[in-house]
């Protein structure tokens, strides 16, 4: 079973910078695509940024947000700088191999998701 677990979420000032953390077990995920989403209350989940054979992010993020991953450690990262109070969402990390050749950032198809890590800015 394939395991996708997000950590450091929480709540962080306007302008703070965390990092969250996405450990996939189970699999070598090195030709995985691998994707950040986030859900707001009320809202669709939607794309924040992806990493397969390229680098995307979602317009809103872009300059912002980094996504990285280590294939050693099975770990995929999301840099979050100069946070704003609307980037307060649940923050979901998914996991695919068909998309590894591709910028795909829809909601559906993807293999894996893990739980969840709650993000809140507060202004």
């Known amino acids: 079973q394939v395991q996708l677990v997000e950590s450091g979420g929480g709540l962080v000032q306007a302008g703070g910078s965390p990092r969250l953390s996405c450990a996939a077990s189970?699999?070598?995920?090195?030709?995985?695509?691998m994707g950040w989403f986030r859900q707001a209350p009320g809202k669709e989940r939607e794309f924040v940024a992806g990493i397969s054979a390229f680098l995307y992010y979602a317009d809103s993020v872009k300059g912002r947000f980094t996504i990285s991953k280590d294939n050693d450690k099975n770990t995929v990262y999301l840099q979050m700088n100069s946070l704003k109070p609307e980037d307060t969402a649940v923050y979901y990390c998914?996991?695919?191999?068909?998309?590894?050749?591709?910028?795909?950032?829809?909601?559906?198809?993807?293999?894996?998701w893990g739980q969840g890590t709650q993000v809140t800015v507060s202004s």
């Open positions: 998914a996991a695919d191999t068909e998309f590894y050749s591709s910028r795909y950032t829809g909601n559906s198809g993807w293999e894996y």
């Open positions: 189970g699999r070598t995920f090195a030709r995985y695509a």
